[in-house]
């Protein structure tokens, strides 16, 4: 199997079998992210693709369902895309479901119409890395969207009937600024139809830019107490049924919740940790977090 660079896949996916798409990511302008730094973009030839489906395919000729790895493979026009699915069946007869990276500028290009085509051809499962839907906090994170483009693009994939995950990070939208991120992203999360939502808190690394921002004083992180209050108001303010996961290792508390059922038990549990732990013990683990995966 051909793999070049950093190969990154969410947790979720665990069950799913990999195979390169592309390798760094088409922006690489987030400014809280190093993950894909020193690579440039590649898609990976169609050569070197039908090659790892073929070895996939001796190893694993019952694979149901594949995650094709990159930053955002979905950046691909809508022919490459429906190239490549179309071989997929080539190798592997009894796959159903194909999975990848995608963000909010890769919806943009393509029509509702070649959507669905992709649905059709078992493109089905979008991890979109929103982290925000509050403006301010995506300019400040220079996400290159605003919150209107999640709403805009997102109701596209509903249309098509296309399966999405989306990302909120607590904290990203520094001190103060926590109650006015969660309750706009809440509202531009509920206006679409994420399958389920994962949760990370801002943990900046020193190869970033926010992580430089910080050291000039341009951007203040939040504390790690204001961090569990943002959750609570986001879990407060979505409306709408969603599995939510804020069990990663950058959250100092792990919940999972189903919503709203388990709403009031989520935001309890929260609290009892706000108060009974303190924001030393919870900055601590933060300082000792050298890596996310």
């Keep these: 199997m051909n793999f070049t660079g950093r190969t990154w896949r969410p947790p979720y996916e665990a069950g799913s079998f990999i195979i390169q798409a592309a390798s760094g990511c088409t922006y690489n302008k987030c400014r809280f992210c190093s993950l894909y730094k020193e690579e440039c973009f590649r898609m990976s030839p169609l050569s070197e693709w039908e090659e790892d489906l073929q070895e996939l395919s001796f190893y694993h000729p019952e694979a149901r369902r594949i995650f ?42 393509k029509k509702v119409k070649q959507l669905r085509t992709l649905r059709s051809l078992g493109i089905n499962g979008l991890s979109i890395g929103t982290e925000s839907g509050d403006d301010y906090t995506l ?12 709403i805009d693009q997102c109701r596209k994939l509903d249309e098509a009937g296309i399966e999405y995950y989306f990302v909120y990070m607590t904290g990203l939208a520094g001190k103060g600024n926590g109650y006015q991120n969660a309750v706009n ?101 933060r300082r000792n977090l050298k890596a996310l995966g």
């Design 139 to 150: 300019r400040l994170a220079d996400k290159g969207y605003t919150a209107k483009d999640i």
């Design 68 to 109: 094709w790895t990159g930053a955002n493979p979905f950046a691909m026009s809508y022919e490459n895309l429906k190239a490549r699915a179309l071989s997929v069946y080539d190798y592997l007869k009894e796959c159903q479901t194909m999975t990848m990276f995608a963000s909010i500028r890769d919806i943009k290009p």
């Design 185 to 285: 992203s809440a509202k531009v999360f509920s206006k679409v139809n994420p399958r389920f939502i994962s949760v990370d808190s801002l943990t900046l690394f020193e190869d970033t830019e926010l992580f430089e921002m910080a050291e000039r004083e341009e951007f203040v992180p939040a504390g790690e107490k204001e961090r569990i209050e943002e959750l609570q108001v986001f879990i407060q303010n979505l409306r709408l049924k969603v599995h939510l996961f804020a069990d990663s290792i950058s959250n100092f508390y792990p919940v999972t919740a189903y919503l709203p059922r388990d709403k009031d038990l989520v935001i309890g549990e929260l609290q009892n940790i706000m108060d009974t732990v303190s924001e030393e013990e919870m900055l601590a683990y």
